[in-house]
């Protein structure tokens, strides 16, 4: 994979790879783009040319995101004006290799010889574990009952693979939904980026009865401290070391927000059917999709309180272009006497509607996995039952 930020550079590194037996699987403009789809795109190493003499500190910053990130990835730095202190922070920071531009094709071969050799004996390391998002453009929908009761649902399968993180810097609602003590928040990992290692992360988060893993966000109001880039590189440690990742999201598409999204193997859009939360889910989605954040993951979930709702499910599709692919129940009683117990409801109160839905709903994320193909078409009604129970659960979120 090519980041570089001049289109002609990539093209003349994208021939100069073909020479040394290597495809570049993309090309881009930014590492941002880089981090997201070097993933996806089976990358195994990363060229990567940033900047003039100006700009070595923020290249030093790059090559440190990208290795933190994408640990198993090896990065080729090239540039014509690193000094020779920078060319050893490149190699301190992360870079197996710093070559100078303009490339020589015997050094760049010489160079992916190096990085093969030590990639045939590096030891196989674990994969990145599941991200699951859930997401809310409105309050009051229960978002955060519903991520912390799924990633309850999920460490019944993974004991100890599961971790919750509260993406926000209001007062954590799922250390109370838990009943934890909150020593340690979310904020305390984005403060200490260049320490979050597997040790310092084990450090931060707390221990449920039921085996799941925790990172609450904070005691009290607090800005929240992180970009777009910080979300990344977080993720990719935290996803590291679990099986599991559920995130709990602020309700605000803001970059930091869009940046977990777009890095999610799944998102739970939560709406219902009510004016006021489509017209705000409405408004999420379509900055979602300027932001260019793939929808394919996006699994468009109705909350549902029992009440008389004001419109249909049909009325609700079209509002969001969208589809809805499953409904939880919002058991009020069930859920009030949770909260006030500590207890998650899906263990407090098995046999609930809420309970009953939120297990069919993540059996079905299951078997059918994130990304699965659109079905034909069908009624709303249809729809929700065969993402549920069906074959494939076409849930995506319309692009058109």
Known sequence: MIVEPDGAARAIIGQLLEGVSAVAVGDFAGVAEALIEAPLRRADVVVVRIGAAADE????????LLARTLPDISIVAVDAHFSADTV???????????????????????????????????????????????FSAKGGLGATTIATNTAVLLGEHKPGGTVLVELNGRPSDAATLLNVRVTYSVLDAFRNLDRLDESFLRGLIVRHDSGLWVLPGPLGFEPFPAGADDVRHALGVVR????????????EPDEPTLAALAASDAVLFLTSLDVA???????????????RVDLAPVRVVVV??????????????????ARIVASVAHDHAAVTAAVNS???????????????????????????GAAADAPARRSPAGRLRHALFGRTAG???RSG
Request: aromatic share 4%; hydrophobic share 45%; net charge neutral.
């Open 342 to 368: 500590g207890v998650p409801l899906v263990s407090a109160a098995p046999r609930s509607r809420f309970t009953r839905s939120l297990r069919e709903l993540v059996a079905a994320l299951g078997q059918t």
């Open 277 to 291: 939360a489509l017209r705000a889910s409405a408004a999420a989605l379509a900055v979602m999709r300027d932001a």
């Open 57 to 64: 500190q923020r290249a030093l910053r790059a090559v440190e």
């Open 304 to 321: 549902r309180a029992g009440t008389p709702e004001d419109v249909t499910l049909a009325q609700a599709e079209d509002t969001l272009n």
């Open 395 to 397: 849930a995506e979120a």
């Open 88 to 134: 050893i922070g490149m190699v301190r920071a992360g870079a197996v290799e710093v070559l100078h531009w303009p490339l020589d094709p015997d050094e760049l071969r010489e160079a992916f010889e190096t990085v093969r050799r030590a990639r045939r004996r590096a030891p196989p390391t674990r994969p990145a574990g599941e991200l699951l998002s859930v």
């Open 240 to 251: 590291s070391h679990f099986d599991h990742v559920v995130l709990d999201l602020r309700h």
